[in-house]
């Protein structure tokens, strides 16, 4: 009897150990999934086809978190510090930089796992971020709304037939560099970027809007309620695809941006270091100057025609170093919305 009992306690033990296995085997299926972290722009415009074929060779599904800013995936990257809901975070190099020097946020890149990173430019790399494009911060402008229809220099939109008609990126958005290009316009830098908060005053009446996120001025850059957009290249783009017709330019001075990827601690590294060899590769990278407008960062892949006729002018482009940006931002933006009325 006694025998019998302990056979019957051997398989029900049996038994419910090959339940566990059976309802793990699902959960462990579930967990080949990463979350990004991106705009919502990036991922309708660029990454969500691009996404499906990386599930399809990889079998990783691809999930989404949205965030309006850089500035607003830090916070969320912070708010989330030791659980991450997502995997990968989509952000600019110098928000990267900032998160890069808080402890706990970012894993470093397994430049060993990533048999794209040697193929990257120069300047689209550091320890835990890896450049997804470029692009020139310039002036997108509807040329059947603007004087003369044509643009040519920042100096054009302090001048006449811009009221009310200039959509400008806040400090928080670009990081500061409307900031920039008018300290340097103003005799200053970005050491002393006095003069340009003062030369920002005198824009006051032909900004129709300080804008925070890209689809806001988008949207009224399509609708005509302003003529020109402060921004970066991949507007072209995805206004073309609405039907309305912009142009470019990209005057001295001439920020150039990276943006890109990196990798947040949470226990799926491995995951995310795939989907981050995939978006540095020369496949996706094609796709990203021909598709998106932007500069492609792989050595490898040329830029397409049309993002090389947006580009500065030999001479005319310009980089401001990040940590001292990152230092220094919430100094500028304090006397940019004590100036600017914000």
């Known amino acids: 009897m006694r025998k019998n009992f302990g056979l019957r306690i051997a398989s029900s033990l049996l038994g419910v150990l090959a339940g566990a296995a059976l309802l793990a085997a699902p959960a462990a299926a579930q967990e080949k999934k990463i979350t990004l972290l991106i705009w919502s722009s990036t991922w309708n415009g660029l990454i ?16 989404i978190e949205v965030e309006a ?13 030791g659980k991450p809901t997502a995997d990968v ?17 970012l894993a470093p890149m397994p430049i060993d796992k990533l048999s794209n990173w040697k193929d990257i430019i120069p300047g689209g790399t550091s320890p835990t971020f890896a450049a997804a494009y470029y692009y020139p911060f310039g002036i997108v402008y ?20 811009f009221e009310n008609k200039l959509a400008l990126p806040a400090p928080s958005f670009f ?6 290009v008018s300290a340097l316009l103003a005799g200053g830098s970005i050491d002393n970027v006095d003069p340009g908060i003062e030369k920002l005053k005198k824009i006051k009446k032909n900004a129709a809007f300080w804008f925070t996120s890209d689809p806001q001025a988008r949207k009224a850059l399509a609708q005509g309620e ?3 957009m402060v921004t970066s290249s991949s507007t072209v783009k995805t206004l073309a695809d609405q ?14 941006i990276f943006e890109g990827v990196t990798i947040l601690k949470g226990g799926k590294e491995d995951l995310a270091a795939q989907f981050v060899n995939y978006v540095i590769s020369q ?22 025609g049309k993002f090389a006729d947006v580009l500065p002018k030999d001479g005319d482009a310009v980089t401001f170093n990040e940590t001292t940006i990152n230092e220094r931002l919430a100094g500028w933006t304090e006397k940019f919305n004590q100036a600017i009325g914000q």
């Open 48 to 63: 969500k086809p691009l996404a499906a074929q990386f599930t399809k060779d990889t079998g990783i599904a691809v999930d």
């Open 69 to 81: 800013s850089s500035m607003e995936g830090l916070v969320k990257v912070q708010a989330m510090r």
């Open 89 to 105: 975070w989509f952000t600019a190099q110098g928000v990267a930089e900032r998160a890069a020097s808080d402890p706990g946020l």
């Open 142 to 161: 509807r040329p059947d709304l603007v004087p003369g229809g044509k643009i040519s220099s920042w100096e054009e939109l302090w001048g006449a037939g």
């Open 175 to 180: 990081s500061g560099r409307m900031i920039l």
């Open 226 to 228: 302003v003529s020109v």
């Open 243 to 256: 039907g309305v017709t912009v142009k470019m330019v990209s005057p001295k001075p001439a920020p150039i």
């Open 283 to 304: 496949q996706w990278q094609k796709t990203i100057t021909e598709v998106w407008n932007m500069g492609p960062v792989n050595k490898n892949v040329p830029p397409a």
